[in-house]
């Protein structure tokens, strides 16, 4: 892995924790579905002009059409919608602790699901990190954090790890940014019907509005799918998702930062240890 990948990765890290944190400002002002519907449909517009552009076509392997509707669906819609309901009533950096342990979920269902073998140090990390995120969870519902906010994210965060086990090849063919603009505008319908059916629509627009859909819209939507798969292409999927590690840290220190969120020193040690072991789950793949 060299200096480059090193950056690529700590870069992605950034931009995905940081989603968390621009997503609460957002809920904060605007109605959760309708505004992530929209932001979808404008990354996809943008993925899809950058793709013709690039002299991509629509034209996909049967693959690509099945990774973009369930990534459209389980990741898009399920796992980012249930997200921002979420973070109407709990804290950012509680909903990227949750999210990030999305790496330990995949392990585990495909340690029982599809009969993966866990190397020792995979099985000693998916172990440290469920127990950091019990720990966390504890510490949060016994200060009274809401318990359907939480249950949402963990929902969420089973939707995206269904999306990941699900999906394979969806590189195969290329058109790559095709398919990235195509599973927006996916996810940008379906939550559109659900706003539709579920939400009284309001927005109290502000310049900090602005600038969060703003961001969220072009940086954690865009430009760090895009920093993904260059990442991946140029040291492979299980190497890139080392990087993972990085989230939960970066969830927590960016919310801590930008929104003042509180943190125990117990909450850091959570974390500590979430972050532990979704390493060690990560380079026990590596090694095999």
Request: net charge positive.
């Amino acid at each position: 892995m060299d200096k480059r990948a090193i950056v690529m990765g700590i870069a992605f890290a950034l931009m995905w924790s940081s989603a968390f944190t621009s997503a609460r400002v957002i809920v904060a002002q605007a109605s959760p579905l309708a505004s992530l519907s929209l932001r979808f449909f404008i990354s996809g517009l943008i993925g899809i002009m950058i793709a013709k552009w690039l002299g991509q076509s629509f034209d996909l392997t049967r693959n690509q059409w099945r990774a973009t509707f369930i990534f459209g669906i389980f990741q898009n819609a399920l796992y980012l919608g249930l997200n921002f309901v979420a973070m109407q009533t709990i804290e950012a950096s509680l909903a990227s602790i949750i999210a990030s342990s999305m790496p330990l979920m995949v392990a585990f269902a495909g340690w029982i699901v599809f009969r993966d073998k866990l190397a020792p140090l995979a099985l000693i990390g998916l172990i440290a990190g469920f127990v950091g995120v019990s720990l966390i969870m504890g510490l949060r519902l016994s200060g009274g954090a809401d318990l359907m906010g939480l249950a949402l994210c963990v929902a969420g965060a089973l939707a995206l790890t269904v999306a990941t086990l699900s999906v394979r090849g969806a590189s195969e063919g290329g058109n790559v940014m095709m398919v990235v603009g195509l599973q927006m505008i996916v996810g940008a319908v379906a939550l559109g019907v659900a706003s539709y059916f579920t939400e009284d629509i309001q927005v109290t627009m502000s310049a900090s509005l602005i600038l969060a859909f703003v961001y969220t819209t072009l940086v954690p939507g865009l430009a760090a799918t895009f920093v993904w798969f260059q990442l991946v292409n140029r040291i492979g999927a299980i190497k890139a998702a080392t990087f993972h590690f990085l989230n939960p840290f970066f969830g927590v220190l960016i919310a801590a930062i930008l929104l003042g969120e509180a943190m125990s020193l117990l909450d850091f040690v959570g974390v500590g240890i979430i972050t532990a072991g979704i390493l060690a789950v990560q380079l026990s793949k590596s090694k095999t």
